[in-house]
């Protein structure tokens, strides 16, 4: 399967007062940014077979902005992108076959890690994601095995693209 992994874009800060870390929304430069790097995105990339996203509001915000740039994809939440364990993920994507492109929206440093393990990087070394950054990963087996680093895009160079 072809991995594409997106961290959420830009949301309110952490520490906001009355905000619970989980609650966090997009701010409106965040959702105006990412709307312009995904159509970035859907440039490159045909629409995925499967839209998954960390039910958290910026995630799943991202990953409806998505949605629309590729086409009415249909947004699945995935607890396991909240926080979920790599073998929790790869429970949810073993659904899916060798010739489906699943795009995967979640949150750092879960997104970063997840990476790392995919392509065999150390946790000192891996890429690490800005806020509405996408990597490609094609994984030919299952995703316990890994797979190869196709690309690696910072949000800047998604809303060039669009």
Do not use: C, N
């Not at 874009?9 to 929304?25: C, F, I, K, L, Q």
């Not at 949605?67 to 429970?91: C, H, I, N, R």
């Not at 994984?139 to 895009?153: K, S």
């Amino acid at each position: 399967m072809r991995l594409l992994i997106i961290r959420h874009a830009v949301a309110v800060p952490r520490g906001t007062p009355d905000m619970e870390d989980d609650d966090r929304p997009l701010t409106p430069k965040g959702r105006k940014r990412f709307r312009v790097a995904a159509r970035g995105l859907a440039s490159i990339l045909k629409r995925p077979d499967a839209l998954l996203s960390s039910p958290l509001p910026r995630a799943r915000q991202t990953a409806d902005i998505a949605g629309k740039a590729w086409g009415k994809v249909t947004v699945t939440d995935t607890p396991a992108l909240a926080g979920g364990t790599f073998e929790e993920l790869a429970v949810a994507l073993a659904a899916y076959g060798p010739k489906d492109t699943v795009a995967v929206v979640g949150h750092e440093p879960d997104v970063s890690d997840l990476l790392g393990r995919l392509v065999g990087t150390p946790h000192t070394d891996r890429l690490i994601f800005r806020k509405g950054a996408a990597a490609l990963v094609e994984v030919p087996g299952p995703l316990q095995e890994g797979g190869t680093l196709l690309w690696f895009l910072t949000p800047r160079l998604l809303r060039a693209l669009a």
